[in-house]
T-cell receptor, first 111, second 116 residues
Framework: DAKTTQPPSMDCAEGRAANLPCNHSTISGNEYVYWYRQIHSQGPQYIIH???NNETNEMASLIITEDRKSSTLILPHATLRDTAVYYCIALPPNTGNQFYFGTGTSLTVIP | EPEVTQTPSHQVTQMGQEVILRCVPI?????FYWYRQILGQKVEFLVS????????KSEIFDDQFSVERPDGSNFTLKIRSTKLEDSAMYFC??????????????FGNGTRLTVT
């Protein structure tokens, strides 16, 4: 699996967009980028994933650079409930490899 | 939206005792997983399970651990003789299939195991 690098912590003002970066410079052609988050004391929650095209769902948008070496998760209007640890994981699809969680980015949304 | 449910939410046990952690995966899912998270540390993979057998396991999943799907709905993790270092949050997860493009893992909210 490609190694991912994320800043350890970020702050964001409530109502503003939260942009969480992830570097995955060793990603291979078939590795998807997945984002999960973990709100305190809860299980990891799936947010979004993508291969090379930008993706959007009801929770967030995922922007992947053209060279696929980095990506950004965007929460368009952050709320206090978005305060959590956000994990970026690169993983080939349809394999036996399991999700390995790193230390992620601790996002704090400030009122 | 369907959820993975885990019981109990908190389990306290004495060192050396056996514990069984229970999970009800999402009903049409076929792959099942256990992860754990020691307080303040990363979420760690323990084991995956498909078609009534273990697909993969980590080095953490030693002979003290076992998993079972005793019926059509439950998925259990047993720790035969608990140690202090087994104290952690244990998360169950499930996915519809192994192709994560269409089926990411969905996690329960965990069982907090405290070994005294």
């Amino acid at each position: 699996d490609a190694k991912t690098t994320q800043p350890p912590s970020m702050d964001c003002a409530e109502g503003r967009a939260a942009n969480l970066p992830c570097n995955h410079s060793t990603i291979s052609g078939n590795e998807y980028v997945y984002w999960y988050r973990q709100i305190h004391s809860q299980g990891p929650q799936y947010i979004i994933h993508g291969l090379k095209n930008n993706e959007t769902n009801e929770m967030a948008s995922l922007i992947i650079t053209e060279d696929r070496k980095s990506s950004t998760l965007i929460l368009p209007h952050a709320t206090l409930r978005d305060t959590a640890v956000y994990y970026c994981i690169a993983l080939p699809p349809n394999t036996g490899n399991q999700f390995y969680f790193g230390t992620g980015t601790s996002l704090t949304v400030i009122p | 939206e369907p959820e993975v449910t885990q019981t109990p939410s908190h389990q306290v046990t004495q060192m050396g005792q056996e514990v069984i952690l229970r999970c009800v995966p999402i009903s049409n899912h076929l792959y099942f997983y256990w992860y754990r998270q020691i307080l303040g540390q990363k979420v760690e993979f323990l084991v995956s399970f498909y078609n009534n057998e273990i697909s993969e396991k980590s080095e953490i999943f030693d002979d003290q651990f076992s998993v079972e799907r005793p019926d059509g709905s439950n998925f259990t993790l047993k720790i035969r003789s608990t140690k202090l270092e087994d104290s952690a949050m244990y998360f169950c997860a499930s996915s519809a299939n192994r192709n994560r493009q269409s089926s990411p893992l969905h996690f329960g909210n965990g069982t907090r195991l405290t070994v005294t």
